[in-house]
């Protein structure tokens, strides 16, 4: 079944899917974009992820291009030509075409483009026995709270991480705290059995799936913290994680060259990949 794009309202094969050299995401990155995960033919926290994409919009003074309505009956359209049960839903707003100017006007035109990509969700192997991350400097702009499309220290930095056979990287700003990672966010479980991440501020771009860990971790009884931590503190550690789209819940079991707690995954990690696994399977099937 050959994929398909929508582009400018309209659904077109999607190697003939094409924007002009004049639309502002080519030339400034002046858009934003968000990825709806598709597993299992669920949808997985899609109305979180629509509202996220308002409020990137609003902070970049974009205009909506249309209603949440109108693109989530877009995404089942997408999904309905491809009948995949697994995916990841890629949607980008960009602020519109116009002559190049760093200046611009409320009278540019949002362009919607939307297509669906394959997804690599974790190995049984992955979940089991944990992953490996490195270290990296934090080199991005001052707004990672938005879901910018404008992703190249980014893509440099997840690079550098596959270059050295690891699963991520966790980046380290200029006051030596771990943010997150190049397209994750980064969790440690203390000694004490306390969950601790950094907060949702303008430092780091708030995940939905850790929106949901850090809800479920609550709703259960799991002690919490959102506090920036070092890598001393990763030392200190007895659990590690991530969560991202693609990879819900993925326990970490070492950081550069050191050993998190005692190598194996742990009590706290695993229940959170339990409980967040059974909240998705509790979401209706769309496919």
Same mark, same amino acid.
């Given at each position: ?8 309202? &309209? ?30 033919? +669920? ?5 979180? #992820? ?18 949440v309505r109108?693109? /989530? ?7 309905? +030509? #491809? ?6 839903v890629y ?10 100017? #760093?200046? *611009? ?6 362009? *919607? ?11 049984? &192997? ?13 080199? +991005? ?77 609550? /709703? #259960? ?7 920036? *931590? ?5 030392? +200190?550690?007895?659990?590690? *994680? ?7 819940v993925l ?27 059974? &909240? ?8």
């Amino acid at each position: 079944m050959s994929r398909v794009a929508c582009v400018k309202n &309209q659904f077109v094969p999607l190697r003939g899917a094409q924007v002009s050299m004049l639309d502002r995401g080519y030339q400034f990155a002046d858009g934003i974009y968000e990825v709806v995960t598709l597993w299992n033919g +669920r949808l997985v926290d899609e109305s979180p #992820h629509l509202a996220r994409m308002e409020r990137s919009l609003a902070a970049l003074e974009i205009p909506m291009p249309m209603s949440v309505r109108a693109i /989530q009956i877009r995404i089942r359209e997408l999904l309905r +030509r #491809h009948r995949l049960k697994n995916g990841l839903v890629y949607i980008q707003i960009t602020r519109g075409e116009a002559m190049r100017n #760093h200046l *611009f006007t409320g009278e540019m035109t949002p362009i *919607f483009t939307m297509c669906l990509l394959p997804a690599r969700f974790p190995t049984s &192997q992955e979940k089991s026995e944990g992953v490996r991350v490195i270290t990296a400097p934090d080199q +991005r702009w001052a707004r990672c709270d938005i879901k910018s499309i404008a992703l190249l220290p980014n893509m440099l930095t997840r690079m550098a991480s596959y270059r050295a056979g690891a699963k991520e990287a966790w980046q380290i700003n200029a006051q030596g705290n771990i943010t997150e990672g190049s397209l994750s966010n980064a969790y440690i479980v203390r000694a004490d059995g306390v969950i601790q991440t950094h907060p949702a501020d303008r430092s780091i771009l708030g995940g939905i799936r850790r929106e949901m860990v850090l809800k479920l971790a609550k /709703q #259960h009884g799991m002690a919490l913290i959102e506090k920036p *931590f070092t890598l001393d503190d990763v030392k +200190r550690a007895t659990e590690a *994680f991530m969560s991202s789209a693609s990879s819900f819940v993925l326990p970490i079991t070492t950081v550069d060259d050191i050993t998190i707690g005692n190598g194996a995954v742990g009590h706290v990690t695993e229940k959170l990949m339990t409980l967040y696994e059974a &909240q998705v399977l509790a979401i209706p099937r769309v496919m």
